[in-house]
Protein backbone atom coordinates (compact mmCIF):
# COMPACT_ATOMS: atom_id res chain seq x y z
CA UNK A 1 0.00 0.00 0.00
CA UNK A 2 2.60 2.47 1.28
CA UNK A 3 4.81 1.47 -1.95
CA UNK A 4 2.21 1.95 -4.46
CA UNK A 5 1.13 5.34 -2.42
CA UNK A 6 -2.23 4.35 -1.57
CA UNK A 7 -4.35 6.47 -0.26
CA UNK A 8 -5.88 4.30 3.51
CA UNK A 9 -8.59 6.98 4.87
CA UNK A 10 -9.76 6.18 8.80
CA UNK A 11 -12.53 6.98 11.36
CA UNK A 12 -10.57 6.29 14.21
CA UNK A 13 -13.39 7.07 16.98
CA UNK A 14 -16.00 4.93 14.43
CA UNK A 15 -13.29 2.14 14.26
CA UNK A 16 -12.78 2.09 18.24
CA UNK A 17 -16.60 1.97 18.59
CA UNK A 18 -17.00 -0.82 16.56
CA UNK A 19 -13.79 -3.10 15.81
CA UNK A 20 -10.71 -1.90 17.79
CA UNK A 21 -10.32 -2.35 21.39
CA UNK A 22 -9.05 0.98 22.27
CA UNK A 23 -7.94 4.04 20.49
CA UNK A 24 -3.68 2.91 21.64
CA UNK A 25 -4.61 -0.40 19.48
CA UNK A 26 -5.81 1.32 16.68
CA UNK A 27 -3.11 0.85 13.31
CA UNK A 28 -3.68 4.23 11.60
CA UNK A 29 -0.02 5.05 13.51
CA UNK A 30 1.46 1.80 12.95
CA UNK A 31 0.18 2.74 8.72
CA UNK A 32 1.78 6.09 8.94
CA UNK A 33 5.17 4.94 10.35
CA UNK A 34 5.05 2.77 7.31
CA UNK A 35 4.54 5.42 5.10
CA UNK A 36 0.97 5.09 4.23
CA UNK A 37 -0.88 7.77 3.43
CA UNK A 38 -3.24 7.96 5.87
CA UNK A 39 -6.22 10.55 6.14
CA UNK A 40 -8.90 10.65 9.02
CA UNK A 41 -12.48 10.73 8.06
CA UNK A 42 -15.65 11.15 10.66
CA UNK A 43 -17.88 8.20 8.24
CA UNK A 44 -21.42 9.04 8.94
CA UNK A 45 -21.86 10.76 11.37
CA UNK A 46 -25.65 9.34 12.05
CA UNK A 47 -24.19 5.69 12.56
CA UNK A 48 -20.76 5.64 13.41
CA UNK A 49 -19.27 5.85 17.09
CA UNK A 50 -21.29 4.97 19.85
CA UNK A 51 -22.33 7.00 22.93
CA UNK A 52 -19.62 9.64 24.22
CA UNK A 53 -17.90 8.17 21.49
CA UNK A 54 -18.86 10.38 17.96
CA UNK A 55 -16.55 11.53 15.23
CA UNK A 56 -16.05 15.13 13.99
CA UNK A 57 -13.57 16.34 12.04
CA UNK A 58 -11.25 18.55 14.83
CA UNK A 59 -12.15 15.51 16.93
CA UNK A 60 -10.84 12.83 14.96
CA UNK A 61 -7.41 14.85 14.82
CA UNK A 62 -7.06 15.28 18.65
CA UNK A 63 -7.19 11.72 18.93
CA UNK A 64 -4.23 11.78 16.58
CA UNK A 65 -2.28 13.76 19.01
CA UNK A 66 -3.71 13.10 22.33
CA UNK A 67 -4.61 9.47 22.45
CA UNK A 68 -2.30 8.15 19.63
CA UNK A 69 1.53 10.21 19.70
CA UNK A 70 1.22 11.51 16.53
CA UNK A 71 2.53 15.45 16.75
CA UNK A 72 1.18 18.33 15.44
CA UNK A 73 3.53 18.13 12.43
CA UNK A 74 2.12 14.53 11.72
CA UNK A 75 -1.65 15.73 11.44
CA UNK A 76 -0.39 18.46 9.22
CA UNK A 77 0.98 15.58 7.27
CA UNK A 78 -2.48 13.42 7.70
CA UNK A 79 -4.24 16.55 6.69
CA UNK A 80 -2.41 17.10 2.89
CA UNK A 81 -2.85 12.75 2.70
CA UNK A 82 -6.54 13.90 3.18
CA UNK A 83 -6.21 16.45 0.48
CA UNK A 84 -4.09 14.46 -1.72
CA UNK A 85 -6.13 11.37 -1.16
CA UNK A 86 -9.25 13.03 -2.27
CA UNK A 87 -11.48 11.17 -5.22
CA UNK A 88 -12.44 14.83 -6.45
CA UNK A 89 -10.44 16.72 -8.95
CA UNK A 90 -9.02 19.52 -6.54
CA UNK A 91 -7.45 22.63 -7.89
CA UNK A 92 -3.36 23.08 -7.83
CA UNK A 93 -3.67 26.57 -6.71
CA UNK A 94 -6.15 25.32 -3.58
CA UNK A 95 -3.95 22.78 -2.15
CA UNK A 96 -1.35 25.21 -2.02
CA UNK A 97 -2.99 27.80 -0.38
CA UNK A 98 -4.24 25.12 1.78
CA UNK A 99 -0.52 23.69 2.42
CA UNK A 100 0.65 27.32 2.78
CA UNK A 101 -2.04 27.71 5.72
CA UNK A 102 -1.47 24.76 7.43
CA UNK A 103 1.99 26.23 7.62
CA UNK A 104 0.65 29.44 8.52
CA UNK A 105 -1.24 27.80 11.73
CA UNK A 106 2.19 25.45 12.43
CA UNK A 107 4.41 28.76 12.42
CA UNK A 108 1.56 30.95 14.70
CA UNK A 109 1.58 28.49 17.51
CA UNK A 110 5.35 28.38 17.15
CA UNK A 111 5.50 24.43 16.09
CA UNK A 112 8.67 23.08 14.44
CA UNK A 113 8.18 22.03 10.89
CA UNK A 114 10.15 18.39 10.36
Not at 11 to 20: F, H, M
Not at 42 to 51: A, H, R, T, V, W
Not at 57 to 75: A, I, Q
Not at 84 to 92: A, G, K, L, M, Y
Request: hydrophobic residues 40%; charged residues 25%; aromatic residues 8%.
Amino acid sequence: VAQKEIGVECCITGNTAYRVDCYAKHPIKDMFKAGVKVSCCCDNLLLSGKEGMVPTPTGEELVLVRELGFSWCDVAVVLMNGVDNSFCHVEESWKAKFFLEIDRILEENQIAKV
